[in-house]
């Protein structure tokens, strides 16, 4: 820190330094000031600060630029200092050095600008993320606006063009170097807070490398800028340049592909900056998907690339140098842990999007085919599934074709079709409507001319060869413990499988999804209505990028096929139960019943009599060898809901696999999560008709086979029947109010009917 020490006094009275030398002695003071600490504000309630603080922190990791470990535990310090007065003045030592910039707000409204100690060092072809200071006398609780005349236009991302608002002129181009931005998004609020002290975001991006200037101003609403041009700091950047890497990407058998990049620099930041990525790269990843020979620009210095291709993968680890103007080529092989393909099992996720959520919807109305075949290959996904639905559904229909989309490969399908969901009938559960032939409902031109409740629409998909089920089933389905079965009654008041209970009755619903709600909250209305003898099947699914926008793929399910991958066949695999659902990190292959594969010959297994069935699997997983406290300390209902991590047994590397009979677990046996795929076996007693099936809780379940007895059907618990039947007035009591007038005498029938069918089953049960 400079240190200038100016006896005022003497320019006054003109003793030692002459009055003329008072422009000298102001620009000395100046000087100092700017190279001391910024101003501190003592007066603040600590606790929406700390509040504030922990969403600034928060906001800074989801850019990818956050703050040092070290900061951020004397940040957790200072919020927990018993003094606010001293616990304001840590904040601000930590937050401080972040800050390019310091505004101050005047009792009277009037914003003034000065420049902070952070380096000013931006990136060419790049964003860097600072911090401001905003210290609010007024308290004033309007949105702080930056701006610059150094600043590019603001295009248009669908067409291109410049705002019409703004016309640039070629004698311009030179000046107009740089994009700005203040991040007001979540976990951030987009007005100023109006307390004494908080901090915001400023994202910056250069166009250009070498030493550039810009005027950068803020403001709280028109006539706030403080007068004397003070509302403006004139800040003179070094812009590194940045180097093309070529990446070379080879797949296990040394052949090229597409995986999955995280750059960190050595002080954490994310390359390339997740400031305002456009598609295909998401703002809401710290990874970008890169084919093998593309290239990537960053700055010099040194990097770690971590790299991967899905659960399947191993993710591996290696340290670059990038050296400023030497062009280089980095190459990474990936490596499997399993490759369940070469057993003939194909991985799917059955509910992707490409608009809505965390893409953004305008001006471009989300992401393109290209842009989420992209992620697809880059999460090895064999099959995925684009559906369509209200946020931009009349944009997103157009790439509705009724077959596979042509950017598909021969290992990696991609196909659009539909999720019945901001539709009239979505209070009643959101649907997945998959290989439909036609996309618009029968007598439809929008979407508030779609039915009101599910039945109509599932048996309308079913009727064109579609195969139908519920999204993310656990919503509404909701209860307060994990085991399995449960009698809790939820309260059927979500967009999950809620009218499932009734639809499976009248054999409209071929699925219900998993792996991405609660395991508990899906499984249970499904372990019911099997224990009535119905035999709906389950498929694995992220719903990305709304209940998991970290990759697609997180939530799969793995169909058995007999020849190449093809997806007809895959998608009649989903609707037999010639499949298991996963997180990607265990797989329950070829699981049979007394030799009979799942999914085959209608899974049906038939003994003349009681007697011991003999259930045998594949079975793989995959752990690390450091389990992960911050997994295992979280509750069922916390997300990650599905992980194998949450299966592993205390700190070992082993999890169970659980033989399961009508809901209940009646064997087990530990296995090694090492990745290598080894036979499992149970000798399981069957004393009347029941399903059987295996699972690793909460990684990975498989469908069920059924096994009866003297051709009975399945009658496996009278509390199962009596679940069920009073879940259907339960379901009713919340949807009746929401189906339209004409729709409701139909709809009142079908519940009517499903009332029946529970009866009479309760009334040829036996057991408990």
């Not at 899906?522 to 389950?538: A, D, K, Q, S, V």
Request: glycine content about 8%; charged content about 25%; some cysteine.
């Amino acid at each position: 820190m400079m240190d200038i020490k100016i006896d005022l006094r003497t320019s006054i009275t003109g003793k030692g330094i002459q009055w003329g030398s008072l422009p000298v002695i102001w620009l000395l003071w100046c000087a100092a000031l700017s190279a001391q600490e910024l101003p501190k504000v003592k007066k603040v309630e600590l606790q929406p600060l700390a509040a504030e603080v922990k969403r600034l922190v928060e906001a800074m990791d989801y850019l990818g630029v956050p703050l040092r470990s070290t900061d951020k535990q004397s940040l957790e310090r200072a919020t927990g200092e018993p003094d606010s007065g001293r616990a304001a003045v840590e904040i601000q030592d930590v937050l401080d050095k972040y800050c390019l910039l310091d505004v101050h707000i005047n009792p009277e409204s009037r914003v003034k600008v000065a420049q902070g100690p952070a380096k000013a060092e931006l990136l060419e072809l790049g964003w860097r993320s600072f911090l401001v200071k905003v210290r609010n006398e007024a308290g004033v609780t309007a949105q702080l606006k930056a701006e610059s005349p150094n600043a590019m236009p603001v295009y248009t991302r669908s067409t291109g063009n410049p705002s019409p608002k703004e016309t640039v002129k070629p004698s311009d181009v030179p000046n107009r170097w740089l994009d700005i931005l203040m991040f007001n998004t979540s976990p951030l609020k987009p007005q100023l807070s109006g307390l004494e002290l908080e901090y915001r975001i400023i994202q910056l991006y250069s166009r250009d490398a070498g030493k550039r200037e810009a005027k950068i101003s803020f403001n709280v609403g028109q006539g706030t800028q403080d007068i004397g041009f003070r509302n403006d700091a004139d800040i003179l950047f070094t812009c590194r340049p940045s180097t093309e890497v070529t990446l070379r990407i080879l797949d296990e058998t040394g052949k090229p592909t597409t995986g999955s990049f995280i750059i960190r620099d050595s002080h954490d930041h994310v390359y390339p900056s997740q400031a305002k990525r456009l598609a295909p790269d998401f703002a809401f990843h710290p990874q970008v998907y890169r084919s093998d020979g593309e290239k990537i620009k960053l700055p010099g210095g040194d990097y770690m690339i971590e790299f991967s291709r899905g659960p399947e993968y191993l993710v591996k680890n290696q340290a670059i140098k990038v050296v400023e103007g030497k062009p280089q080529t980095f190459t990474c092989r990936l490596e499997r842990w399993i490759d369940p393909a070469k057993y003939g099992w194909y991985s799917g996720d059955h509910h992707i999007h490409a608009a809505g959520c965390l893409h953004y919807e305008n001006p471009t109305q989300g992401v393109f085919p290209q842009d989420m075949m992209r992620h697809i290959l880059g999460e090895a996904l064999n099959v995925g599934c684009v559906l369509t639905w209200g946020p931009c559904y009349y944009f997103q229909k157009q790439f509705f074709e009724a077959r596979v989309n042509k950017l598909s490969t021969a290992d990696n399908l991609m196909r659009y079709d539909l999720e019945v969901s901001g539709f009239p009938s979505s209070h009643a559960g959101h649907l997945v409507l998959l290989r439909l032939k036609d996309q618009d409902y029968p007598g439809t031109k929008k979407i508030e001319d779609w039915p009101s409740w599910d039945l109509p629409i599932l048996k309308w998909g079913k009727a064109q060869g579609a195969v139908v089920g519920f999204a993310h089933s656990g919503w509404g389905l909701d209860g307060k413990t994990d085991k399995l079965p449960n009698y809790e009654m939820p309260p059927f008041d979500g967009i999950g499988a809620n009218e499932y209970v009734v639809d499976i009755v009248h054999d409209a619903v071929d699925f219900i999804s998993t792996v991405d709600t609660p395991f508990s909250w899906e499984l249970n209305i499904w372990y019911h209505t099997l224990n009535c003898g119905f035999r709906g099947r389950i498929s694995g699914e992220t719903d990305f990028p709304c209940i998991y926008g970290e990759r697609v793929g997180l939530g799969r399910v793995y169909v058995q096929l007999d020849g190449k991958l093809d997806y007809e066949a895959w998608v009649n695999g989903v609707r037999d139960g010639r499949s298991f659902v996963s997180d990607g990190k265990s797989h329950l292959m070829d699981f049979r019943v007394n030799g009979l594969l799942t999914g085959t010959r209608g899974s049906e297994v038939k003994l003349d009599k009681p007697g011991t069935v003999r259930v045998t699997a594949k079975v793989a997983a995959w752990l690390d060898e450091q389990a992960n406290q911050t997994l295992h300390g979280k509750s069922y209902d916390q997300k990650p809901y599905w992980d194998i991590e949450r299966a592993r047994l205390e700190t070992s590397r082993q999890v169970p696999v659980e033989a399961v009979v009508n809901g209940k677990s009646v064997a087990k046996k530990s296995i090694l999560a090492d990745g290598k795929a080894q036979e499992v076996a149970f000798d399981v007693p069957i004393e009347r008709s029941s399903w059987v099936a295996l699972r690793i809780l909460p990684s990975s379940h498989t469908n069920p086979i059924f096994v009866t007895v003297n051709n009975k059907p399945i009658r496996a618990s009278r509390q199962s029947a009596e679940w069920c039947l009073k879940a259907v007035d339960q379901c009713w009591s919340q949807k009746d109010p929401k189906i339209s007038a004409k729709e409701l005498p139909e709809a009142e029938k079908a519940y009517e009917r499903a009332r029946q069918a529970y009866r009479q089953i309760l009334a040829e049960s036996e057991a408990n």
